[in-house]
């Protein structure tokens, strides 16, 4: 275990050499190195490290509700837990973490504003250049709840001005400007083509998916985004934006590949 910022983490070392950094305030992945040794994530130089709000970079965990599509606070209270480790090791050549969310851990406030009983689970493994991530959202109570939940992922890229999304729309998407988008139901492979790089991104249980890059004048109103930054970054976010009520003793499970 390390820190990052003032934020307890814990280090992820395959035998092949891929990294991967995770801060327990909100089991969020912050840093991801591939064997070739390249950061893919982005974090923003202003980024709170102390807990005080999430993280502004690497992969905030979306529950239960997405950004302002409910009552609750906005993109939910995952990102701003303390989560638990429950499991670390390796497996096959993949180092591998598993992280664990409950109401008896959550901030009194949080658990007032959304009284149900469940358990998150995110499980986070890397091996060579792939990353995956597995989020469980299981429903321990006697009455069925509705849940958003997203893995706001945010890739770091050399210039958003030249990237192309390929699998949101029919042609492939360039970012030129602020841009913000909700894609229910898209193909389960889509890709990130940043120069000579090809991020292969792959989702499952997930069906929706979101584009976003705020722009410079978007990024300028961010008290902890620096104004150049927005050109370092696009999130491509695997989603489930809706979706039945999860039953009582049932679990659903979001999958997330990035090769
Ligand atoms: O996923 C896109 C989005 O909902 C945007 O609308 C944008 O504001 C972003 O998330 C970041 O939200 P945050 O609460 O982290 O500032």
New binding site residues.
């Given amino acids: 275990s390390t820190t990052f910022g003032q934020l307890p983490a814990l280090l992820l070392t395959s035998p092949d050499g891929a990294q991967a950094n995770v801060t327990l305030y909100g089991a969020h992945l912050i840093s991801w190195r591939g064997a070739d040794g390249r950061e893919r994530l982005f974090c923003s130089a202003k980024s709170a490290l102390d807990g005080s709000k999430?993280i502004?970079g690497g992969v905030?965990v979306?529950f239960p509700q997405?950004?302002?599509r409910g009552s609750g606070m906005?993109?939910g209270f995952a990102?701003v837990s303390n989560w638990r480790v429950l499991d670390q090791g390796l497996d096959e050549g993949w180092a591998f973490a598993v992280f664990a969310l409950a109401p008896s851990d959550l901030a009194p406030q949080h658990a007032q504003a959304w009284p149900h009983a469940f358990e998150l689970r995110l499980r986070i493994a890397i091996r060579a250049n792939e990353l995956t991530m597995a989020f469980e959202v299981r429903n321990t109570g006697a009455t069925p709840f509705p849940f958003a939940a997203?893995l706001?992922t945010y890739f770091l890229v050399d210039d958003v001005g030249s990237v192309r999304i390929l699998g949101v729309e029919r042609e492939e998407l360039a970012i030129s400007d602020k841009f913000?988008r909700?894609y229910q139901g898209v193909e389960p492979r889509l890709a990130l083509v940043d120069g000579g790089v090809v991020l292969t991104l792959r989702q499952d249980g997930f069906a929706d998916a979101?584009v976003?890059n705020?722009g410079l004048e978007?990024a300028a109103a961010?008290a902890d985004m620096a104004d150049e930054e927005y050109r370092r970054f696009v999130?491509i976010?695997p989603?489930r934006l809706e979706g039945l009520a999860l039953q009582p003793g049932e679990a659903w499970v979001g999958e997330y590949q990035v090769s």
């Fill in positions: 999430a502004r905030p979306i997405f950004a302002e906005r993109h990102r997203a706001h913000d909700v979101v976003w705020p978007d961010l999130c976010e989603a």
